[in-house]
């Protein structure tokens, strides 16, 4: 979400902020990953079947990011939270103040890995003022997964600042080791130390109570007005919400209390407990509405899940695909408002046994629902996290959306009274009931088109009649400040479903290929081809419904901007020319010794020239590897391909001079590339295949049949995979040009390295060969699984591509 303002593109930026990324996995065994879960009340809890002794105290508790830095991650949160709620200025201004005078250092096992890091004490500073001007700081703190590593620069900030603390009292680190103790990120805080806890908590002005669960007792330090709390167990720390911290204890009582009389009420059977269920393919999804041929080829669905028949089902197909925008596709701003509308509505609800939800617990149970919110955004899988949640009879997760949802809709209600008059009286009524659906839908499916800026499909199916029809709700488009979102719902008489717009090819491959996984099935070869035909079919429809051909108006512009000024021969505007013989391929390179012949004879005898325009490594590697995957591999590894791009979500990210791709239509080109490939892989023959990728290639502008702008998405598509196995190689730090990767006709000057990594993820043998000045040489770069193999000729400042 957002961008950072400070300068994150140079080379010891970019080499800094993986290095800070990495230390999130350091711990990765461990279960509870978010810096901070969500809140936890006695009720919740007895579910859990949490058995710690702490209700005389306690109202809740929050479980806390397991790993070493419990104690620093637990006083970052305590001093933001002070910052955030009590507007404590003077505390603010020590934090910036400390952050000026420490020499930001870290250890690892005892060894230092940063010393005096000016880069990250101005990333800091811009970011802690960034946060509570905008008020975005549990977002922030949360949100691990982006590229702030807010999370990581707050606890190095609060260990460098104990630190200072610390040296006060020279007796206290005039041993080396105790120093490290600190500032080492895999050394917990001694809590036994309560002289520097002491120090810690007056210097900050704070109160710090650290509950002892063994002993049932309290040790406090510090006077300040505001108390916080810990909850110290047997090897584990929580922060604690005293007696007093909710309005009516136990708020999500009232929840539970719901889902019982639900599931009594309708005897809703425990393997029809779950709320949304998991992915459901197109098989199961023509069985459930009894479709026929004419009512599944009218409009192709790619699957759908299954929504709990309880009442609240609209709601529900809702709600879990808007909470999913808001997690994963908000900036800043978006999410600011989603929190702005948050706290005005109210979190009511009616029910038959419960005349109306007392006024004291609203509060609480709203607080709650934004806690989850949190918890799932710092979760490193948050659309798993998500759908657990949604998956989990026993969370509470569910219900509160539900309630968000309803008064989500009520708020705009109140706020507009032309939809209030369009809805009627009744239907109004009817929207706080809980599992009561309201009679006029297509209104409140205006006012969420409208207030929320949304694409609404709404799906009417008729089993009986066999008749299927497709309405849609959005904003005008001339009305338009944010981009628009797209949410997909299913509704036959009486339930609503989610249409599964989303399936990846990664889902795909997983559904297909776990029929094989049964070792006592065997499967014919040729029904099994054919089934892989019929998927990537299908990828091909999800693909064509995700792009956008006018989105391609940015290759365009690339061109014009790449080439404007340049003047290139006729001879040279093919981006891949034919195969040269071995005779050309000696004179192209001057190589004149007999010996020099024979070392390249045994890599590769014949050649193919790629245009220079700076994307030549792109282009070489790009071609041979697409003659891989779409005339060499079969339909199983073409789909496992495309599985892993979806999967890594990989972004269609490039610069070029003034042109730089928007985000917003970055899937948009991903999806037409993929979708070009599939159309390449579904031609029968594989002459006929690589004759279609050539006659692309060779393409430099558009005919009857050719756009031209195949190879601008290649290339878009190898730079941004260079860029992600770079991010992710153990060698990154070592990469100080990255930043040019995605940038068109910037050559990367770290290629052995990519390359390395390359080989890896695209599971081939790359051979690079070195020709300088007739001599020849080259260097292997294998993956586990080098079957086929790609040459690429390097000649300083260019590649070419060798043909066996």
Not at 229 to 235: P, V
Not at 463 to 471: A, F, I, M, W
Not at 595 to 610: A, G, I, P, T
Not at 669 to 683: P, Q, V
């Amino acid at each position: 979400m957002g961008a950072c303002s400070s300068n994150s593109s140079t080379p010891e930026a970019i080499k800094l902020n993986i290095f800070l990324q990495s230390l999130l996995n350091h711990n990765n065994d461990k279960q509870f990953t978010s810096p901070i879960g969500s809140i936890k009340d006695q009720p919740q809890l007895q579910v859990e079947n949490f058995n710690l002794q702490i209700w005389n105290q306690f109202e809740a508790l929050r479980y806390v990011r397991d790993d070493q830095n419990q104690f620093y991650n637990i006083f970052v949160f305590f001093a933001l939270k002070q910052i955030v709620e009590n507007n404590d200025q003077d505390l603010l201004q020590k934090i910036c103040t400390a952050s000026e005078s420490i020499e930001w250092q870290l250890y690892l096992k005892g060894k230092q890995i940063l010393k005096n890091q000016k880069y990250l004490k101005n990333k800091f500073l811009i970011l802690i003022k960034k946060v509570f001007k905008e008020k975005l700081f549990e977002l922030y703190y949360s949100n691990m997964q982006n590229n702030f590593n807010f999370f990581v620069l707050c606890i190095i900030f609060m260990r460098n600042w104990i630190f200072s603390i610390a040296k006060i009292n020279q007796d206290k680190i005039k041993n080396q080791n105790e120093k490290i103790k600190i500032l080492d990120w895999d050394v917990q805080f001694d809590l036994a130390d309560s002289t520097l806890i002491k120090d810690v908590v007056e210097n900050m002005n704070i109160q710090l109570n650290i509950f002892d669960v063994e002993t049932q007792s309290f040790v406090k330090f510090g006077t300040a007005k505001r108390e916080n709390f810990i909850i110290k167990g047997q090897s584990e720390l929580y922060i604690g919400l005293p007696k007093g911290f909710f309005q009516k204890s136990g708020p999500s009582a009232i929840i539970y209390q719901l889902y019982k009389q639900t599931n009594q009420a309708r005897n809703v059977a425990v393997e029809q407990q779950k709320f949304v269920s998991e992915d459901l393919n197109q098989q199961e999804l023509i069985y459930e509405y009894q479709m026929n041929q004419a009512m599944f080829s009218q409009i192709k669905l790619r699957g759908f899940k299954r929504v709990r028949g309880d009442g609240n089902c609209f709601y529900t197909a809702f709600v879990y695909q808007y909470l999913l925008i808001v997690l994963t596709k908000f900036e800043d701003s978006q999410f600011q408002q989603f929190l702005e509308i948050l706290q005005k509505i109210d979190f009511n609800l009616l029910h038959e046994t419960i005349s109306h939800f007392p006024n004291e617990i609203r509060k609480d149970l709203k607080q709650i629902f934004l806690s989850f919110i949190y918890e799932i955004l710092g979760k490193k899988n948050q659309i798993q996290s998500f759908e657990n949640e949604f998956k989990n009879t026993k969370s509470i997760f569910y219900a509160l959306s539900i309630i968000y949802a309803k008064n989500l809709i009520q708020y705009y209600l109140e706020n507009n009274s032309e939809y209030k008059v369009l809805l009627g009286e009744e239907a109004e009524q009817q929207i706080q009931q809980w599992e009561l659906e309201t009679d006029n839908i297509q209104v409140l499916l205006v006012i969420l088109a409208n207030c929320l800026n949304l694409n609404l499909h709404f799906y009417f199916i008729d089993s009986d009649n066999k008749q299927l029809d497709l309405q849609k709700y959005q904003k005008d488009q001339d009305n338009l400040s944010l981009p628009r979102q797209d949410i997909y719902l299913l509704f036959s008489p009486g339930h609503y479903c989610i249409e599964k717009m989303f399936l990846t090819p990664v889902q795909i491959f997983r559904k297909v290929f776990s029929k094989q996984s049964d070792s006592n099935i065997k499967i014919n070869d040729e029904i099994c081809e054919n089934e892989y035909k019929e998927k990537i079919k299908e990828l091909l429809l999800i693909f064509e419904n995700q792009s956008n051909k006018k989105d391609l108006n940015v290759i365009q512009q690339i061109y014009n901007e790449a080439y404007k000024n340049q003047f290139i021969d006729e001879g040279q505007k093919r981006f891949v020319k034919s195969i040269k013989s071995n005779t050309e391929l000696y004179n192209y390179y001057s190589i004149r010794q007999i010996k020099e012949k024979h070392k390249l004879l045994k890599l590769c005898n014949k050649y193919r020239e790629v245009r220079g325009d700076g994307n030549c490594f792109y282009t070489a590697l790009g071609f041979r590897f697409l003659q891989i995957l779409l005339s060499e591999q079969n339909y199983q590894q073409f789909i496992e391909f495309l599985g892993k791009i979806e999967l890594i979500d990989l972004p269609f990210n490039l610069n070029c001079k003034n042109v730089k791709i928007a985000r917003e239509i970055q899937k948009s080109l991903r999806s037409e590339f993929l979708l070009r490939l599939c159309k390449i892989r579904l031609i029968e023959t594989k002459e006929e295949r690589l004759k279609s990728l050539q006659k692309q290639y060779k393409s430099n502008e558009c005919s009857d049949d050719i756009d031209g702008y195949f190879f601008g998405l290649t290339t878009i598509f190898f730079r941004n995979v260079s860029y992600h196995v770079g991010q992710k190689s153990e060698l990154a730090a070592h990469i100080y040009d990255m930043e040019n990767l995605l940038i068109w006709g910037e050559e990367c000057n770290n290629n052995e390295i990519i390359i390395k990594e390359l080989s890896q993820f695209l599971r081939v043998m790359i051979v690079l060969v070195f020709i300088d000045k007739g001599n020849v040489k080259s260097d292997e770069y294998s993956s586990e699984l080098h079957y086929h193999q790609i040459f690429l000729l390097f000649q300083p400042g260019h590649y070419n591509i060798g043909i066996e």
